[in-house]
């Protein structure tokens, strides 16, 4: 079945760094990537996604970059702050979710 | 709009007993789907649904079942609650199921607290 891999599963940068957390897919018709920030206790928001005719998408300090050949897609964020501490998820085909990066931003 | 609404937030259950968790949206979304939350285990799909009517089961699907009669409504029931159900449900809907070209972000609703004893 299909099958998202995330990793790292925790990630402590300091604040300014700039922080990358990668996925893989099996699906090769995967065509819709998300990225989801969940704060504690809270629910999922999306915060970029990026479709499979563009290989880069940027919003401010946030990109996602995509490699359909080697079926595998990033999330970068530069200038990390305090606020951008929580658990980042991506997904792909059919919803399925990667297990989640723990990233922690200290100050 | 008040997006994806579910209730309850929190339930506490014995084993055995059997619950429906609600979920509605009022954004007109094809596309709806449950999610439970374990830690370290991220989101995983339960059951989904691209329209009323019809349902499919998703990577954890036993021991839950789903309807669609409406668009607005996608229940969750638990016909008979184990310990190994304790976690945390996400229900989320989008305009248009996944892999199709008019593609778009799932809204999630925030979440049934579930404990069974």
């Known amino acids: 079945g299909e099958n998202v891999e995330q990793h790292p599963s925790t990630l402590s940068v300091q604040e300014g760094d700039s922080a990358v957390i990668k996925c893989t897919y099996s699906?090769?018709?995967?065509?819709?990537f998300p990225w989801y920030k969940q704060e504690l206790g809270k629910r999922p928001q999306l915060i970029i996604d990026?479709?499979?005719?563009?290989g880069e998408k940027k919003d401010q300090r946030i990109a996602v970059t995509l490699n359909k050949t080697a079926k595998h897609f990033s999330l970068h964020i530069t200038e990390t702050q305090p606020e951008d501490s929580a658990v980042y998820f991506c997904?792909?085909?059919?919803?399925?979710f990667g297990t989640g990066t723990r990233l922690k931003v200290l100050a | 709009n008040a997006g994806v609404t579910q209730t309850p937030k929190f339930q506490v259950l014995k084993t055995g007993q059997s619950m429906t968790l609600q979920c509605a949206q009022d954004?007109?979304?094809?596309?709806m789907s449950w999610y439970r939350q374990d830690p370290g285990m991220g989101l995983r799909l339960i059951h989904y649904?691209?329209?009323?009517?019809?349902?499919d089961q998703g990577e954890v699907p036993n021991g839950y079942n789903v309807s669609r009669s409406t668009t607005e409504d996608f229940p969750l029931r638990l016909l008979s609650a184990a310990p190994s159900q304790t976690s945390v449900y996400f229900c989320?809907?989008?305009?248009?199921?996944?892999?199709?070209?008019?593609?778009?972000?799932?809204?999630f609703g925030d979440g049934t607290r579930l404990s069974i004893l």
């Open positions: 989320a809907s989008s305009y248009a199921p996944p892999g199709s070209h008019s593609n778009q972000p799932q809204h």
């Open positions: 699906d090769s018709a995967s065509n819709y």
């Open positions: 990026i479709r499979s005719n563009v």
């Open positions: 997904a792909a085909y059919k919803y399925i």
């Open positions: 954004m007109n979304h094809e596309y």
């Open positions: 649904s691209v329209g009323a009517g019809i349902t």
